[in-house]
C-alpha cells in the first residue's frame, strides 16, 4: 500500500496510524466503484474530522489518481474541510433580521471572548466559529448555535454565560434559551 506521512499528530502527539489504517480500508474498499473518491474523502473525513494535505496524499497514492484531482474534489465540495474543526461549532447568524438586532456586537463579542476570527477556530481546539445566514429564529433575533443548541435574543453580555457551558468538554443537556 502507499507510502504513510508520519502519523503522530503535530498538536497532541497521539499516533494517527490507527487512522490511517482506517482510510486504507475504505481505499481498498471502494477504489473500483464509481464515484470512489468522493466516497472515500467523506469516509476519510469523518475520520480524521478534517482533510489535510498528508491525508489527500495518502489517499491520492493510494487511489492512484493524481494529487490535483483530490485537492480539486476537496476545494470544490464546501462540505470538505481542510482545517482542522473545534470539538464545538459556534454559528452567530448576521441573517438580515440578526444583523439589524446587533448580531454584529454579538460576532465581535464572541471573536474578543475566544480570541478567534469567523472561519477560524481556537488554539486549544475547543471552537470552530462560523456565521450563518438564518437558523429559522428570526423572531427573537439575534440567535446563535452551539452544536445543535439554539440560544436567541444574544447580546455581548451573554456571550460568556453561553460559552461557559460549553468549556469542560461535556455536551450541555438539554440546549438553550439564554
Ligand atoms: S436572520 Fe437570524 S435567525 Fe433568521
Same mark, same amino acid.
Not at 485537492?71 to 459556534?90: D, E, L, P
Not at 486549544?124 to 452551539?146: N, S
Given at each position: 500500500m502507499?507510502?504513510? +506521512?508520519d502519523?503522530?499528530?503535530a498538536?497532541c502527539?497521539?499516533?494517527e496510524?490507527?487512522?490511517?489504517?482506517? &482510510?486504507?480500508k475504505?481505499?481498498?474498499?471502494y477504489k473500483?466503484?464509481?464515484?470512489?473518491l468522493i466516497m472515500?474523502?467523506?469516509?476519510?473525513?469523518?475520520?480524521f474530522g478534517?482533510? +489535510?494535505m498528508e491525508?489527500?496524499?495518502?489517499i491520492?497514492?493510494?487511489?492512484?489518481i +493524481?494529487l490535483?484531482?483530490?485537492?480539486?474534489v476537496?476545494s470544490?465540495?464546501?462540505?470538505?474541510?481542510?482545517?482542522k474543526? =473545534?470539538?464545538h461549532?459556534?454559528r452567530m447568524?448576521?441573517?438580515?433580521?440578526?444583523? &439589524?438586532r446587533?448580531g454584529?456586537?454579538?460576532v465581535?463579542?464572541?471573536?474578543r471572548e475566544?480570541?478567534v476570527e469567523?472561519?477560524?477556530?481556537?488554539?486549544?481546539?475547543?471552537?470552530?466559529?462560523?456565521?450563518a445566514?438564518? *437558523?429559522?429564529?428570526?423572531g427573537l433575533?439575534?440567535?446563535?448555535?452551539v452544536?445543535n443548541?439554539?440560544?436567541?435574543? &444574544?447580546?455581548?453580555?451573554?456571550?460568556?454565560? *453561553?460559552?461557559?457551558?460549553?468549556?469542560e468538554t461535556?455536551a450541555?443537556? =438539554?440546549?438553550a434559551?439564554?
Amino acid at each position: 500500500m502507499n507510502e504513510r +506521512p508520519d502519523t503522530r499528530c503535530a498538536t497532541c502527539g497521539t499516533d494517527e496510524n490507527a487512522l490511517y489504517d482506517a &482510510v486504507a480500508k475504505v481505499i481498498e474498499q471502494y477504489k473500483e466503484k464509481d464515484g470512489a473518491l468522493i466516497m472515500v474523502l467523506h469516509a476519510a473525513q469523518e475520520i480524521f474530522g478534517y482533510l +489535510p494535505m498528508e491525508l489527500q496524499e495518502f489517499i491520492a497514492d493510494g487511489m492512484n489518481i +493524481p494529487l490535483s484531482e483530490v485537492c480539486g474534489v476537496v476545494s470544490f465540495y464546501s462540505f470538505f474541510s481542510t482545517q482542522k474543526r =473545534g470539538k464545538h461549532t459556534i454559528r452567530m447568524c448576521q441573517g438580515t433580521a440578526c444583523y &439589524v438586532r446587533g448580531g454584529k456586537k454579538v460576532v465581535d463579542a464572541i471573536k474578543r471572548e475566544l480570541d478567534v476570527e469567523v472561519g477560524g477556530t481556537t488554539a486549544d481546539g475547543q471552537y470552530t466559529f462560523e456565521i450563518a445566514r438564518c *437558523i429559522g429564529a428570526c423572531g427573537l433575533a439575534p440567535a446563535m448555535m452551539v452544536d445543535n443548541d439554539v440560544y436567541k435574543q &444574544v447580546n455581548p453580555a451573554k456571550v460568556p454565560a *453561553i460559552l461557559s457551558r460549553y468549556e469542560e468538554t461535556e455536551a450541555v443537556e =438539554g440546549g438553550a434559551e439564554a
